[in-house]
């Protein structure tokens, strides 16, 4: 079960080597300003002291911190995150036994001093919220059904294949168009459409009496690179069926005219 899972929520871990300045720093901004979509906690590879002036820094941009202490990996009771996240480069290599998660990312951030040991926190805040805006669109737009397991068997079938790659291909196509291009029949094709538009592969638009069939606005990117790749790499997977298909259309454009 994941932390706060209940809260419908996503636990996030940020960790840095001493837990004093950027991982401090990154728990109290997720847990004050992106409160609605995660809840953060924080540590190092091992604990010091949160400084002073960060708490005063807390204190006057209204971030109620002034909880956070220095902890360190291992005095955490055992608990799985949703995302753990290492933020500088000697966290990234110190810390080779991480919690539990089924996300592990690194943003590398500077230190919160500048060469003349002054403070940087407003520098280091902004990158911070930068990244969790980036990280909260991300969640909110992926298709939360969609599994890598799931995704590559539903594609080891050839015609969900030629499917998704006429799609790619042509970006948006009806049942009849794939009817043709593929030379199956209708219940088969739609079938495996089904399949595909369940899984959150495919997408449907309806205009007038017909529906097309196209890729999500909001395809994860990794999807949508596969399909490009394979398409690129295999294009004798579909040339027939695009031959099909734009002798479909020139029909068509000869009835009209």
Not at 39 to 54: D, F, W
Not at 125 to 145: E, F, N
Not at 163 to 190: F, G, H, W, Y
């Amino acid at each position: 079960m994941y932390w706060f899972s209940c809260y419908a929520m996503l636990s996030i871990l940020f960790i840095c080597t001493n837990n004093a300045g950027r991982s401090q720093l990154a728990e109290a901004i997720c847990n004050h300003e992106f409160a609605d979509s995660f809840k953060a906690l924080s540590a190092g590879a091992r604990a010091t002291q949160v400084s002073a002036e960060l708490y005063q820094y807390f204190q006057q941009h209204e971030l109620q911190a002034s909880h956070q202490t220095s902890k360190a990996l291992e005095s955490l009771p055992a608990q799985k995150f949703d995302y753990v996240i290492t933020l500088c480069s000697e966290a990234k290599q110190e810390c080779l036994s991480l919690p539990d998660s089924p996300g592990v990312l690194h943003w590398e951030l500077p230190s919160t001093r500048d060469e003349q040991g002054q403070p940087r926190f407003d520098d280091i805040a902004a990158l911070l919220r930068q990244q969790l805006k980036r990280l909260q669109t991300y969640i909110q737009q992926r298709p939360q059904s969609l599994e890598p397991l799931q995704v590559f068997k539903l594609l080891s079938d050839e015609t969900r294949l030629q499917i998704m790659m006429l799609i790619e291909d042509e970006q948006r196509l009806s049942v009849n168009e794939l009817c043709q291009a593929l030379a199956e029949s209708q219940p088969k094709t739609s079938r495996h459409l089904a399949l595909l538009r369940e899984s959150g592969l495919l997408s449907t638009t309806r205009h007038g009496q017909q529906i097309f069939y196209h890729l999500p606005d909001c395809h994860d990117a990794w999807v949508a690179k596969v399909l490009a790749t394979t398409r690129i790499a295999n294009p004798s997977l579909i040339n027939l069926p695009l031959l099909r298909l734009r002798e479909l259309r020139l029909q068509l454009a000869n009835q009209e005219s």
